[in-house]
């Protein structure tokens, strides 16, 4: 007996990470948006600081990722909690560096686009592909999650060292990174560039995106900020992650019917 299943299909049966559309983006910016505010949540607002801090949230990354590869494939809930975690935990690891270790945000951002690059390159020798719509295995995933949360760091480096270090301030960080991700999205589209080179290339930069936007709303006009404030943002931001990821948890399990049904069809059967 053998089976032929299209790729498409075996992607949304047995992928361990979700589909790549709008919505995902949509997630992804605001999970960065609010692991910058809510990690300055607890740091200052509750007062528990910078180490207390990324003990528990890392502890809690750890029981996400523990709870995320017990899982035999993509579960909406669970996948977007762990990067909301990773991405709270990537700001403060970061922020520990600059803000405890005396650490220049220019050095931190070489430091993590070195383990970026490393980590893709040690990933590429062993499984011959970084692309996301291929992870199958525990090992892939491994690979995965290290390089999400190198992105995570360096993308808070590379966003504070502009907004901050440069004194361009948030709005001009906001501006500058949208035309950037806008550069890779035409280069994709009108240039057909790598398509997996453009979404690594994207992912790094939703994150000094969704950083320049949480300190844009969250921080005091003093400091160039809004003045909303780090709770009123990160909460109304959980609300909408929450909402979206349920609504992809919706359009997945419906997606997998689906699925299963054509690769029933697709079995055949010889003799």
């Not at 559309?21 to 300055?40: P, Q």
């Not at 579960?75 to 990773?86: D, Q």
């Not at 501006?175 to 280069?187: D, K, P, Q, R």
């Not at 080179?197 to 994150?207: E, G």
């Amino acid at each position: 007996m053998t089976e032929t299943i299209p790729h498409h299909i075996r992607t949304i049966l047995f992928n361990r990470v979700p589909e790549i559309t709008i919505a995902f983006w949509v997630i992804k910016i605001l999970s960065t948006t609010t692991g910058e505010t809510f990690a300055d949540y607890l740091n200052v607002d509750v007062g528990l600081g910078l180490t207390v801090t990324t003990w528990v949230m890392g502890g809690l990354l750890v029981a996400a990722l523990i709870a995320q590869f017990a899982t035999k494939r993509y579960t909406s809930g669970i996948y977007w909690t762990a990067v909301v975690l990773i991405s709270v935990v990537g700001t403060l690891v970061t922020d520990t560096l600059t803000d405890v270790l005396g650490v220049e945000l220019w050095a931190s951002t070489v430091f993590f686009s070195a383990l970026l690059a490393l980590t893709f390159g040690i990933w590429f020798i062993r499984e011959r592909t970084l692309s996301i719509h291929t992870i199958f295995t525990r090992r892939r995933e491994a690979f995965y999650w290290v390089a999400i949360l190198f992105t995570f760091a360096l993308g808070t480096a590379a966003g504070d060292l502009i907004t901050e270090g440069f004194g361009l301030g948030y709005l001009v960080g906001v501006i500058l990174f949208t035309a950037l991700i806008g550069v890779i999205v035409i280069a994709r589209y009108s240039f057909n560039a790598n398509i997996v080179f453009c979404f690594w290339a994207a992912y790094v930069l939703t994150r000094p995106l969704g950083a320049s936007i949480g300190d844009l709303l969250s921080q005091a006009p003093a400091d160039g900020g809004l003045g909303i404030g780090t709770t009123a943002t990160s909460v109304t931001f959980l609300i909408v992650i929450v909402a979206v990821a349920t609504y992809l948890g919706i359009k997945v399990r419906k997606q997998r019917g689906d699925a299963e049904v054509v690769e029933l069809a697709s079995v055949s059967v010889t003799v």
